[in-house]
């Protein structure tokens, strides 16, 4: 697919290795549109598997501060696939400008409201289970970590629709959009150190911080019954939303209104 900062194939994530495979679990849940709820928990079910190894590792205090998480969404960054916008135009029957954008938040806002849903109900099974407080950082993580891809995804996809192609290696435009979104603000090509592989410490804070936030709306889903897919669905959209308000505003300050493409308006 043109414009993917990694190419993605379609097929289930292999499990030669642990990070490789984290990060085709991402691309993966990030980059499907129509997937059906038993895949989407499947494989959100052994994300958590595989980030309950590393969260031991890294242990309750490692997790809370937030670095750990933050730095599982910068490793996982090159597997987000982002569409070019002629892919975008075609793929959705070629709506142009503001009308693209608003599709582009659409889809990311169902994207964060499934994930929501999907660990509501993966936790109201867990609750009738002793391995709950053993199994619940993991599964949080995972939660976190896929909302935050879905929403990197869908800040890069509305600079291409503004008309800010970032430029760069895959890790590069990885690291840049990951930024953006812990900064809430657009990229800007021109800012001397905006396209680097590695992030500042200015970046580094605010990505914690961020990674924290978006841990703490995924403690919604934990609720008792099918209470916490409501709370974690409703959250992860709104949030979702709120953050797409605010990249748009900022890109339109930059570059105005987005540039239209020739071709056919959909009906």
Known sequence: MPGEIERQEDREPSRRNGSA????????LTAEENMDRETRGRLLGRLAALLGQKTRRAGAAGVARGRWLGDLLVEA???IPIRDLETMQAHHHGLMGEELADKIVKVAGNGTTAVGAAGGVLAAVQFTAPPLLLTAPAQLAAETLVVAAIEVKMIAELHEVYGITVQG???ARGAAFVTSWARQRGVNPLEAGSLTSALGTAAKSALRKRMLRTFGRSLGTMGPFLTGAAAGAALNR??????AAKIRHDLRQTMGAPPPLPGPRSR
């Open 21 to 28: 495979e984290i990060g085709e679990l991402v691309g993966r």
């Open 238 to 243: 709104s949030a979702t939303k709120a953050l």
């Open 77 to 79: 960054a090159p597997h």
């Open 169 to 171: 290696t895959g890790t």
